[in-house]
């Protein structure tokens, strides 16, 4: 027998979403702003092994001599980024949904055989709990980027003001970087994280969208 | 029967959704559509002015930009040369109301040194040594009544083809130099000779090079990156 399961709350289905756009102006404004110095780089020596971003890319997307506009983009709506965030973390500290997301000792163990599943190396099924080893530390993981991009860029925003921040970071260009780093570790997050949505099929998507999910329950015995 | 009410809730959860999207997307428009103010659309710069009241609220004399040992000087980079010519003016004089000073007017004040960062709004950034007046001492000796009563600097090249506006308050801090020395030398004509701002709590942007005229009033004096799109106070 089917039957309909309680998921996901409704505040995280909204702030899960209202931060889908948030971020996306965050990600893009930060990229008209990188542009303007686009330093970094891969590789051994001289030799650049991936350059942070090659030409096409820029031309691609359009992004070149747009500082001025980035930054304003960047600087109005990290207020509202912060917000979401903080308005998330507020809500699943107070309603315990935390419990399901923090992860726990058995997590990173758990997170391992959920990869090997995944990977299709092992036949042992995740846990069928809410959120499995994996999702537990990604979930939490992301939470924390977001809160390290808060810091990273208030240290290179207010250098001085908060110049004690910038300093315990290793300075204005290291702050630079280090936010720069948790920008491209939002991406990579993303993509493995669409490419699961995409795996755990529509039962799984439609949950984050309505909050309800069909389970299959054993008919109780006559 | 799961059937039809899952259907149900997610017929209304995508509607809701839907609209939701919707009116992103037309806020969004919105937005990007409005008339500008300095080059950005207006919600934009109003954004920026309340970070702006922010920072000012929060900004402290006593919090200091960071200074280096003379070991993390780095060599020196140009950028930019708005209004400076590539000889100086053996003329130059530094107009301040109905006052025209000489260099020498401004090093009878007492010199101060200092290592500190520059950092130029396009993300990189060079440790400098500067050598010169602090802005605090120039305006005690040949404007207090104008800096008391006025809450803006405007500072500009002789031509006035570059100009900065400056809150009183940033141009008042300690750390805030009329700088004739860069790394131990005479500043160069690249470097704004004979006298340049050297305002570690800015953006390069506001660091003019090759002052003209300092000018104080109570209105936000133009600047001409702010003009262009940029942050008016552009300030750490």
Redesign the interface.
């Known amino acids: 027998m089917k039957q309909l399961e309680a998921k996901h709350p409704r505040a995280i289905r909204w702030l899960h979403w209202i931060n889908f756009p948030l971020l996306t102006i965050m990600l893009w404004s930060g990229l008209l702003i990188y542009w303007a110095n686009g330093i970094y780089s891969i590789g051994i020596g001289r030799f650049s092994l991936i350059h942070f971003f090659p030409n096409w890319f820029y031309d691609l997307l359009g992004v070149d001599h747009r500082l001025a506009e980035g930054m304003a983009w960047h600087f109005v709506f990290m207020w509202l980024f912060a917000i979401n965030g903080l308005v998330y973390v507020i809500y699943t500290a107070v309603s315990g949904e935390w419990r399901y997301l923090v992860p726990n000792r058995n997590s990173f163990r758990e997170a391992i055989q959920v990869m090997l599943h995944d990977l299709h190396l092992s036949k042992k099924e995740p846990p069928p709990r809410k959120f499995n080893g994996a999702q537990q530390i990604a979930y939490t993981s992301i939470i924390v980027m977001g809160a390290g991009s808060i810091v990273t860029g208030l240290a290179i925003w207010k250098s001085v003001q908060f110049g004690w921040l910038t300093y315990l970071l290793g300075g204005y260009e290291a702050a630079r970087l280090e936010h720069f780093l948790l920008a491209a570790g939002y991406v990579l997050f993303f993509g493995i994280h669409i490419a699961q949505v995409l795996r755990a099929g529509w039962n799984n998507l439609r949950s984050m969208i309505t909050g309800y999910e069909v389970v299959s329950v054993k008919e109780a015995a006559e | 029967m ?2 039809q ?2 259907s149900r ?2 017929r ?3 509607l809701t ?1 839907g609209i ?1 999207a919707l009116a ?1 997307t037309a806020a ?1 428009k919105w937005l990007r559509s409005r008339p500008a103010d300095g ?2 659309p207006w ?3 109003v ?2 002015r309340i ?1 702006e009241e922010f ?1 000012n609220d ?3 004399d006593t ?4 200074t280096f040992p003379a070991s993390a000087i780095q060599e020196s980079r140009e950028n930019g040369d708005l209004g400076l010519d590539d000889d100086v003016d053996p003329n130059w004089k530094l107009n301040i109301g109905d006052l025209s000073l000489s260099l020498a007017d401004i090093k009878a004040l007492p010199k101060v040194e200092m290592i500190t ?1 520059l ?7 060079v440790v400098v040594k500067w050598g010169g007046a602090r802005f605090r001492d120039f305006v005690a000796k040949y404007a207090p009544n104008e800096a008391a009563s006025n809450a803006y600097v405007a500072l500009a090249t002789p031509d006035r083809e570059y100009y900065v506006g400056l809150d009183k308050k940033s141009a008042m801090h300690p750390q805030t130099l009329l700088a004739y020395e860069m790394n131990g030398a005479p500043l160069t004509a690249e470097h704004g000779a004979p006298l340049r701002l050297a305002i ?2 800015k953006y390069g942007i506001k660091n003019l090079k090759q002052i003209g005229t300092i000018a104080f009033s109570n209105t936000r004096p133009p600047d001409y ?1 702010a003009e ?4 008016w106070y552009a ?2």
Not at chain 2, 63 to 66: D, F, S, V
Not at chain 2, 119 to 125: A, D, L, P, T, V
Not at chain 2, 228 to 231: E, F, K, P
């Open positions: 799961t059937d009410e899952i809730i997610t209304r959860s995508l959704g939701a992103g969004w080059n950005l919600p934009l710069r954004g920026l970070n920072s929060y900004s402290s919090r200091l930009a960071r960062q950092k130029c709004i396009e993300g990189w950034s570690p709590l990156w262009r799109g940029y942050d300030g750490f």
